[in-house]
């Protein structure tokens, strides 16, 4: 059997894998050809839409790029912001606690 390399957990042909990846990307540039005629880079296509406003005029920050996801999350997040303080050493006494945690669990446990 020529071109088939067997490994220990079964074969891999890379005539089988080329044919593949060339049909694959066949299928891209297809796709891509009944795109959209009237695009054009460098224009006002190219610009986020802010509800009709220039984004220039707004100042977009990043949470609003997640508001649904935040939303859908609220009551998360706000038990996790009662205890958030930003402060390093809380940080690292929460990493020193589950450390020790997860030692007593492993040693318990018979490792």
């Known amino acids: 059997m020529m071109g088939l390399l067997q ?3 079964g074969f891999w042909n890379p005539l089988v894998w080329s044919v593949s990846l060339f049909i694959i990307v066949l299928l891209v ?17 190219t610009m986020p839409f802010c509800s009709g406003s220039h984004p ?6 990043a949470n609003s790029i997640y508001w649904g996801f935040f939303k859908a999350m609220d009551k998360h997040y706000k038990a996790l912001n009662r205890i958030h303080t930003g402060l390093l050493d809380d940080y690292v006494f929460w990493f020193i606690i589950v450390i ?6 492993l040693s318990i446990g018979g490792l």
């Open 29 to 45: 540039y297809f796709i891509r050809f009944f795109g959209e005629k009237k695009y054009k880079p460098g224009t006002e296509q």
């Open 7 to 9: 490994t220990g957990t």
């Open 56 to 61: 220039s005029e707004l100042p977009i920050r």
């Open 100 to 105: 020790v945690i997860m030692l007593t669990v």
